[in-house]
């Protein structure tokens, strides 16, 4: 069951246009700029990081973002198909923003440092952060597999009602 649904979701990429693939890049590039910026990643003035990112960081920064396009590319309506359907949209929210808070500072996230504190966000968020990262994506994951595979499976048509005269 699982390799059919990668080779449905695989078979799906393969047919999509340009249009798709502007939308999965401007996505990607959008989620690198947006997460890499809030999280001082991408050095800037705006934010202050007080911890360094570790080494991990930076690839799940990628992957994450390049995920996030990839399944805001499966929302575009291509010309002459019918709407996508919705399926695997919490998955994606919530594999988006544990990728945010696996990659961002462990104290300089809020809602750690109220909750937890500055010792106890060190202490207990800040080893869960790599957890975090592969529970975000695993959930991107599974939210593109299942957008894509919605894709490419030929819907079960609706009967049309007949008109009475």
Same mark, same amino acid.
């Given at each position: ?19 798709? @693939? ?7 590039? @959008?989620?690198? $700029? ?9 050095? &800037? ?52 923003? /544990? ?5 961002? +500072?462990?104290?300089? &996230?809020?809602?750690?440092? $109220?909750? $937890? ?14 957890? /975090? @990262?592969?529970?975000?994506?695993? /959930? ?13 499976? +030929? ?11």
């Amino acid at each position: 069951m699982l390799f059919s649904y990668l080779f449905e979701a695989s078979q799906a990429l393969r047919m999509w246009g340009r249009r798709r @693939a502007l939308v999965a890049i401007a996505a990607a590039s @959008a989620a690198v $700029l947006l997460i890499g910026v809030s999280t001082v990643l991408i050095p &800037n003035s705006f934010f202050a990081r007080d911890i360094p990112p570790v080494w991990w960081d930076y690839p799940m920064w990628i992957l994450t973002s390049a995920l996030i396009g990839l399944l805001t590319a499966t929302y575009v309506r291509e010309p002459g198909t019918a709407a996508p359907s919705s399926r695997g949209g919490a998955f994606g929210t919530v594999g988006g923003m /544990l990728g945010w808070f696996a990659v961002g +500072c462990p104290v300089c &996230n809020k809602i750690a440092l $109220l909750v $937890l504190g500055y010792t106890g966000a060190l202490t207990y968020f800040a080893p869960l952060q790599p957890v /975090l @990262a592969v529970l975000s994506v695993i /959930l991107l994951l599974v939210a593109v597999v299942v957008r894509l595979k919605g894709q490419f499976s +030929c819907p079960v048509p609706t009967r049309e009602r007949s008109r009475l005269a």
